[in-house]
């Protein structure tokens, strides 16, 4: 299917998405005041990844629930 691959690609770009947001903030952290809005840059990312994973973690269950169903 089309969806799944296209979510799949999505979801290895959001894991360098959010690896990158989470080595800044650790870069970050090292300052005196750090900046609020660097900590939370890696939430969206990591928000994004919980959602595609659970439907890569869920698409194999519902397939076969579909099949079943028919």
Do not use: C, K, Q
């Amino acid at each position: 299917m089309i969806s799944d691959l296209w979510i799949r690609s999505a979801h290895r770009w959001l894991s360098m998405m959010f690896t990158a947001a989470f080595l800044l903030n650790l870069a970050t952290m090292g300052e005196e005041e750090p900046n609020l809005w660097i900590g939370l840059l890696a939430l969206l990312p990591l928000l994004l990844l919980l959602v595609t994973g659970l439907y890569l973690f869920f698409a194999p269950y519902l397939a076969s629930w579909r099949r079943r169903a028919e």
